[in-house]
């Protein structure tokens, strides 16, 4: 029973990351990070290259947990230790991929 919550917890969670990764990829306008906060166009020299990265930036991220809710079929103990560890180390990474992202495609 508890494979089958993990399942139904981490499948919409997963495709929720990979669904911000295919908006980010395809958005026209910058796409932002931060809730609440926005990227102007002036901002970003490069916007579709700019876009892109941020699509794989999130896609990488999404892996982490499409691995886990596999993992979580065959070996839960691992599933969550891969869950905690992508998690608590994933978020800081994001932020700094983010910020390299940012610093690449700014606008001089």
């Not at 295919?22 to 809730?35: G, L, T």
């Not at 999404?62 to 608590?88: H, K, Y």
């Amino acid at each position: 029973m508890e494979r089958i919550i993990w399942l139904v917890i981490l499948i919409p969670l997963s495709a929720l990351f990979t669904g911000i990764g295919i908006y980010a990829w395809r958005r026209k306008k910058p796409m932002w990070f931060w809730s609440g906060s926005t990227v102007g166009e002036e901002e970003i020299a490069d916007v579709p290259a700019y876009n892109r990265a941020n699509g794989i930036m999130w896609l990488c991220y999404s892996g982490v947990f499409w691995i886990s809710a596999i993992l979580g079929i065959f070996r839960p103990e691992l599933a969550g230790f891969v869950m905690a560890a992508g998690c608590l180390s994933g978020i800081p990474v994001l932020i700094v991929a983010y910020k390299k992202i940012y610093n690449k495609y700014r606008a001089e």
